[in-house]
């Protein structure tokens, strides 16, 4: 099942339940701007390469749509369409004036060095300059894309619209970016694990967690619980995974893939397979890397008592449907990983105000954010007696749908 299926089928399930006729459930989830692009350059080697761009525009009902650009081989239409609808629902559940919108560009960026990859970058501005902006829809980070890439966006975007570096957020912090975003996801992963946890009545000291995917959420959200007491039993990126049951030394692991690049052959560790990770016994286990990794194969076979998806659309519906057989809770992507779309809104709020936060006041209002929204999703899905995954659907696309009818069509 693709992504879009599985996000549609979510909105569905919770869009009956709320009672909304099927012209408005095909309005709400319609597309308003879909944009593919040739982007055509000049390589090192004198040849000219071929790239195809997106950038899906999906409701701006509660105000300018934001979400992150992706440089991945496998990146096309209906997954940027499938992420900007879970943006979509994903800023009206952190109740943030946004709506969604997502991008990407099919490259594999190992293959590009730095100057080719500047190029690229300033080459897909050149063709969407017109369709984003601070008022409009602002990209950030997402895979294959850094602080680098989004300043470099913003300095091609500047030469058509002069100054103004609300046009994009996760930039480096010398260049108007914000104290604090690039943890941001992660910091938010580790809040709401610890908040989930606490609802269960469940301690967090000693609790065994595994995280698959170790970037830059992984490795953050790996620190905040680490720090706060939690045992990281077993992590993997995409050359390798390794496992310590007796948890894994988080600071010197960070170090030691600053250094190799991969947890790959970390001391002190075992390697185990991809597929072996999931499976690890455990009581948290954070899915923090690509999409449907979790399948109704290996669903029946997971062993955690907690599932808190990091990364995006990370579990098929029908492996939702046997984790809520066994009783495993899941902390939907659309709430789980909603710390870096906050931070941005923070960033994008000090850019509009030419005014700096500091680190203090960023990580204080990104626990509130996130606190309140975990806790209106769970007082929802305890009154409706619905799981958390329905229950974020519910007031997300709830607010949505009033923003949508109150401003008229």
């Not at 260049?175 to 604090?180: S, T, V, Y």
């Not at 809770?329 to 105000?353: K, M």
Request: with cysteine; net charge negative.
């Amino acid at each position: 099942m693709s992504g879009r299926e599985s996000t549609d089928r979510y909105f569905h399930e919770a869009a009956d339940m709320m009672g909304l006729s099927a012209n408005m459930q095909r309005l709400l989830l319609t597309p308003e701007r879909q944009v593919k692009v040739q982007v055509a350059m000049k390589m090192d080697n004198g040849e000219i390469a071929t790239f195809i761009g997106f950038r899906v525009q999906h409701n701006k009902a509660r105000g300018p749509l934001k979400g992150g650009l992706r440089y991945h081989p496998e990146v096309d239409e209906d997954e940027v369409l499938s992420l900007a609808t879970l943006m979509t629902w994903k800023t009206a559940l952190v109740n943030i004036p946004y709506g969604g919108a997502k991008g990407g560009i099919q490259v594999d960026v190992r293959k590009l060095n730095p100057s080719e990859l500047e190029r690229l970058t300033r080459r897909f501005v050149d063709e969407i300059h017109d369709v984003i902006g601070p008022d409009k829809d602002i990209p950030a980070p997402d895979m294959g894309t850094n602080a680098q890439v989004m300043a470099w966006i913003m300095n091609q975007y500047e030469k058509y619209h002069g100054f103004n570096p609300a046009c994009v957020t996760g930039k480096p912090v010398e260049l108007h970016g914000a104290d604090g975003r690039e943890e941001a996801t992660g910091r938010g992963v580790g809040l709401l694990t610890i908040s989930l946890l606490e609802k269960m009545s469940e301690d967090l000291n000693g609790a065994r967690i595994v995280i698959q995917g170790f970037g830059n959420v992984g490795t953050f959200a790996a620190r905040y619980l680490f720090e706060r007491g939690a045992k990281i039993v077993a992590v993997g990126d995409a050359f390798g995974a390794i496992r310590n049951p007796d948890g894994l030394n988080v600071p010197d692991l960070i170090e030691y893939v600053t250094k190799q690049g991969s947890v790959k052959e970390y001391p002190e560790s075992e390697p185990v397979s991809a597929e072996e990770l999931l499976l690890q016994e455990c009581e948290v286990l954070i899915p923090a890397a690509v999409g449907g990794v979790l399948t109704k194969e290996n669903a029946p076979h997971v062993r955690a008592k907690y599932i808190i998806e990091a990364a995006n659309n990370p579990t098929h519906p029908e492996a939702d449907d046997i984790f809520e057989e066994r009783n495993i809770i899941v902390l939907p992507d659309i709430l789980a990983n909603a710390g870096g779309v906050t931070v941005s809104y923070f960033e994008w709020v000090q850019n509009r105000q030419h005014f700096r936060w500091d680190l203090d006041r960023v990580r204080d209002e990104l626990d509130r954010k996130m606190s309140e929204a975990f806790a209106r999703t769970w007082d929802l899905a305890t009154t409706k007696k619905v799981n958390l995954r329905l229950a974020a659907y519910l007031l997300g696309i709830g607010r949505v749908g009033r923003a949508t009818a109150l401003g008229g069509i």
